[in-house]
């Protein structure tokens, strides 16, 4: 069975449904190329047969600061499609990082929780482009400097 490197399954599960297959699952490629990412995007959304709703994937690109965010989904054909791609970067020695879609990443709520929302606290799930932004900052800051014993903390 191949492992995520992250993935969700509620709880509380649809009566029939299968605890065998999460519902969203996260690829994150450090070492291996965007093709090995796109195989696995197609591996989870075709094996599941529909269970995976969502896969995304989080290419981190290890000479620059570039990272490229994708969410995926299932064709009628069991293949994946991207339906939300950026790229974030920083260039050497600047602060500000471009992004070449400003849009915010989401996830439907119930795609992930396979119900119904149930209250206004229950929605879809956004990350802003501040959000994305934070995450490069921190995956590069361990790529990229030298962590202090206050960083970890």
Do not use: C
Request: charged share 30%; no cysteine; net charge negative.
């Amino acid at each position: 069975m191949k492992r995520a490197d992250e993935s969700y399954l509620p709880k509380r599960m649809p009566k029939g449904r299968s605890r065998k297959w999460p519902t969203l699952v996260i690829e994150v490629g450090y070492s291996e190329s965007h093709q090995k990412l796109v195989g696995d995007v197609s591996w989870w959304l075709s094996q599941s047969k529909g269970d995976v709703l969502t896969v995304l994937t989080v290419d981190i690109n290890q000479r620059r600061k570039e990272i490229t965010v994708e969410k995926w989904s299932s064709t009628q054909a069991g293949r994946g499609t991207s339906i939300y791609r950026t790229v974030l970067s920083q260039e050497a020695g600047q602060n500000d990082i471009h992004a070449t879609n400003e849009a915010p990443l989401s996830i439907d709520f119930n795609h992930l929780f396979l119900r119904d929302t149930e209250g206004p606290y229950e929605r879809i799930i956004e990350f802003d482009l501040s959000d994305l932004e934070y995450l490069s900052k921190q995956i590069w800051k361990l790529e990229f400097e030298e962590w202090t014993e206050d960083d970890y903390f």
